[in-house]
């Protein structure tokens, strides 16, 4: 654990940087900007087709008495928004992922690379076709998990646990591939990652952990409907700085840990090599 506690304290101290905190700037301006135009024009239709849904298929007495049982009936007013709400949020998660890879991720690589391992050969083993086919392949198995344990959000205990572990999920499969495109090869890459499977899933779910914070923007029923546009714009901005800081903390753990392979690698070459008789 003592590498991932480094690499943490690393990128705690990098995401203070000046160019680090404006990495946020782009991609929450523009994630906003996108879900801005989206919802002012797909929003109240999207309401709309859910309630004439729930009325034609008497979903408002199911979810009421479902409801009822956990002395939650007074949800039933804003249920419709509200599970609007929870089926957009997912896409929200997958623009600010798409904007941080798409501008932050580079800027991340060259600023940790150049700066703390310079030496560091970069052997291009990843691509960005690659990335966006782990982004988008990875995205789609979390969006399908998320809808399928979206009930569990009513019980706050269990919002606690699965939240983190699908982010621990989703992070670990991204952020780890990116961090080492650029520098490991990929033969390389596919190593490493079996290699540090478990401390880089615990860097997932300790930053899984992180993501659901903005999550809990959501859970406060009828406020949270009256005030989406405000929360919406926060739970945007949270998730990129988690996604930045996220990719600062897999950035240092992943290239420290090629930096180590290289040399054991290295040494292992060396102590293989005949000794040749001078004489």
């Known amino acids: 654990m003592r590498p991932v506690l480094i690499a943490f304290g690393r ?10 905190l404006l ?20 929003l109240q239709p999207m309401i709309d087709w859910l309630h004439a849904y729930f009325a034609d298929h008497g979903g408002f ?36 992922l798409i904007f941080v890879g798409m501008m932050a991720m580079p800027m991340i690589v060259r600023h940790v690379g150049t700066r703390h391992y310079p030496d560091l050969e970069r052997r291009k083993g990843g691509s960005v076709w690659g990335s966006v086919w782990i982004a988008i392949s990875s995205f789609i198995v979390f969006a399908v998990l998320w809808l399928i344990t979206l009930p569990l959000s009513i019980f706050p205990p269990l919002t606690f646990v699965v939240q983190p572990a699908l982010w621990g999920w989703l992070t670990y499969r991204v952020m780890a591939y990116d961090a080492l495109a650029e520098h490991a090869s990929a033969q390389e890459c596919k190593e490493i990652l079996y290699i540090h499977r478990w401390p880089l899933f615990v860097i997932g779910a300790i930053t899984g952990a992180m993501g659901a914070a903005p999550t809990l923007l959501w859970l406060g029923g009828a406020l949270s409907v ?20 996220t990719g600062l903390w897999f950035q240092y753990y992943c290239l420290e840990a ?9 040494t292992r070459v060396d102590a293989s090599q005949p000794i040749k008789d001078i004489n």
């Not at 990128?11 to 680090?20: D, E, I």
């Not at 419709?80 to 089926?87: H, S």
């Not at 405000?230 to 800081?245: D, N, R, S, T």
């Not at 090629?258 to 690698?265: E, F, G, T």
């Open 11 to 20: 990128a705690v101290l990098s995401q203070l940087h000046f160019r680090m």
């Open 61 to 96: 007495s199911v979810a009421g008495d479902v409801l009822g049982w956990f002395g939650l009936g007074a949800i039933k007013t804003v249920l419709v928004p509200l599970i609007a709400m929870w089926v957009l949020l997912p896409l929200m998660i997958l623009t600010a």
């Open 23 to 42: 990495l946020t700037v782009l991609p929450f301006v523009l994630s906003v900007v996108l879900w801005g135009v989206l919802l002012w024009l797909g």
């Open 258 to 266: 090629l930096a180590q392979y290289r040399a054991l690698k290295a």
């Open 226 to 245: 009256i005030f989406f546009p405000v929360l919406a714009a926060g739970a945007i901005w949270l998730y990129v700085l988690v996604f930045v800081f």
